[in-house]
């Protein structure tokens, strides 16, 4: 059964701190990873797609990559507008299977 | 840009009422899901979609069914609502299987 693993479930942060999200995964035959965020009473919004491992995605402030086993979402410089939960997902199956989710890292940037 | 529309933000039912969820997406994707998000639980695949008439249960297809009679509209039917269902309700649509998927903004759902 695939897992996903987000850490730390939640975080708090100065204004301008830089930190990173961790998202492991244990999957048969990994064939995407993708980085959504949620703001409160909304759907999740698409970031980034990673497919194979090395590979870098940058989108403002936030940064993925990717590794045989764990995904990290970098934030440079957050911002209080960057607050909002960030999920991960992955996709084993190559046709319009849909995506296991981990539970999310709930992030606070402090002014 | 994407856009994934869903007929409902909140929803009130009663205990054995036929729900309808609808979802209407305007890219001409070939993909559609429905998901559902609990606290403590995270988003679970109920059902997708790969084509017209066509479906795959997902992860908890038990108590949903669904229905895709055009490309862009995407139903998920409670037959007989329960408690247990009382929950927030995601659609997405994708161009093809490794596309990102796009999410509307969610129906919260609540069976009394």
């Known amino acids: 059964e695939d897992q996903v693993t987000q850490s730390p479930e939640a975080l708090r942060l100065q204004e301008g701190e830089s930190s990173s999200l961790n998202c492991s995964y244990t999957?048969?035959?990994?064939?995407?990873l993708f980085w959504y965020r949620q703001d409160p009473g909304k759907g999740p919004e698409f970031l980034f797609t990673?497919?194979?491992a090395g590979e870098e995605k940058e989108k403002e402030r936030l940064k993925a990559t990717l590794t045989k086993k764990e995904s990290f979402l970098h934030i440079t410089a957050p911002k209080p507008e960057d607050s909002a939960t960030y999920l991960c997902a992955v996709q084993t199956g190559g046709g319009a299977d849909g995506l296991t989710f981990g539970k999310g890292t709930h992030l606070i940037i402090q002014p | 840009d994407v856009k994934v529309t869903q007929s409902s933000r909140y929803l009130v039912k009663r205990t054995g009422e036929k729900v309808f969820l609808e979802c209407v997406q305007d890219?001409?994707?070939?993909?559609m899901f429905w998901y559902r998000q609990d606290p403590g639980l995270g988003l679970r695949l109920i059902y997708f979609?790969?084509?017209?008439?066509?479906?795959e249960k997902g992860d908890i297809p038990e108590g949903y069914s669904v229905s895709r009679e055009k490309k862009e509209r995407f139903s998920l039917i409670l037959e007989s609502a329960s408690t247990n269902q009382t929950s927030m309700y995601l659609c997405?649509?994708?161009?093809?299987?490794?596309?990102?998927?796009?999410f509307g903004p969610g129906t919260r759902l609540t069976v009394l």
């Open positions: 979609s790969y084509d017209v008439k066509m479906k």
């Open positions: 890219m001409d994707h070939e993909n």
């Open positions: 990673l497919y194979s």
């Open positions: 997405a649509s994708s161009l093809f299987g490794l596309y990102g998927q796009y």
């Open positions: 999957v048969s035959g990994l064939r995407g």
